[in-house]
Structures are given as structure tokens and as C-alpha cells.
């Protein structure tokens, strides 16, 4: 569904929304490559501004279609390079200790590795100032419910709003903070995960092998004993 210019009739006018429920806006054109597949959707968003979304950010279910935002598409692809590079690096400094792997093989790799890791490291530079960036819009939109709310309680209890357009307007901004916290919550998970994964060790072996030799060169050292012979 939506893959393929024979399925994209079941797509085109359906609403889409985001992973927490919101809603978007509408599907309305495609962008397909001349052997069928979907390459990207046009997006209607809120009936204001149009706009093209790579397929890779669509995901369909029971439920409907939703939309991952920019940030956390960028933030799974970071771990999982971040994961895949790093256990190969482990894997083949695993291989080399257990003299498995030609020396020549194994810096060849190591040097192709490494390069990845490099440019990997600065991809998720780039993927945790855009989640801090939106952390930050969501406990805005956050302070900003909670002042409505501040004054919608105080025109309730003035007598300036009836408990009728009270109980409504609160539920609407109820709802929105509880959909912000989860997203805050779910920007923070991928925050914690990607710095977890750059500050993991390439292998056991190797944090091992930093430890006994931070050791080393913290140990005091100590009294040689000295034995006189008569």
C-alpha cells in the first residue's frame, strides 16, 4: 500500500497523521521511478502549505497512516549505523586478536571502518541538535497549555465561562499536553540511545585493555626491597 503506482489509489485523499495522533493533513501526488515504486508523497498539510516526503517516512497499519517526523527518521538511522559500524569494528578486533584475519585485511577494514564511525559521529551531531531543537519547541508548547490553562480555570471560577465551554476547552488542552509529554519523553529515549551508542566500547576486549592500562599508570609505585649481603 502506497509503494507502488497499482496500489497508490488506496493512499491518494486518505488523511494522514503524525506517531502520536495529530493529524497532518491529506495525501493528494506521489513521485514514482519508471519501474513503478513510490519515491515520495505530496503532502496537504493543515490546507496551508504543500510538501514532499520520502517514502522512507511512511508507515501504514490498521490503524492508518502515519508520518515520522524529520527528526526521530534521522534519529533511527543514526542508531542504527551507530550500532551496525560499531559492532563490526568489534567483530573485527575479535578476529584479529584470535589471529583469524590476515594483518593487511585487517587494516584495510579497520581504515574503512574508522571513516564510517567518523562521518556516523558527525551525523549524530547534526540529529541531536535537530531533537534538542524540537525538545525545545515541545516544553514550549508545553509552558504555553499550561498558562491557557492557568487562564481558563481563573474565567471558569470568576463566572466568566460556563461549565459546559469549560469542560470542552480543558479536555482539548488536556489531551495536547499528555501528546506533548510523549513526545518529549520519545525525543529524550532517542537522545539517551544515541549517546549511549557513541559512548560504548568498539569490543569488551578493548575497554578492558584501556582500564588495565589507566590502571597502570595510576598505580603507585612501589618500594624495590633492597637486600645487603655480607
Known sequence: MCTTIETINECLGKPIFDP??????????YYSDVDGRIKSLEINIDDFEYKEVPIERIRISSEGITMLPEYEHEALIVETRLKNVKSRLASLEELYSKKEIASHVYESLKKRL?????SVKTKAKEVKDMLRKRLHEVEEQIAEVEK????????YL??????????????????????????KENIKKHLDKI??????????LIGLQQAQQSTQQTRPSQPINVVLVE
Open 20 to 29: 502520536y495522533g495529530r493529524k497532518i493533513g491529506h495525501i493528494v501526488s
Open 114 to 118: 574508522e571513516e564510517e564511525l567518523t
Open 158 to 183: 470568576a463566572g466568566e465561562v460556563n461549565e459546559a465551554a469549560y469542560v470542552v476547552a480543558l479536555d482539548i488542552m488536556k489531551k495536547s499536553i499528555e501528546v506533548f509529554i510523549r513526545e
Open 148 to 155: 491557557s490553562i492557568g487562564a481558563l480555570k481563573t474565567g
Open 195 to 204: 549517546e549511549a551508542l557513541e559512548a560504548m566500547p568498539l569490543s569488551p
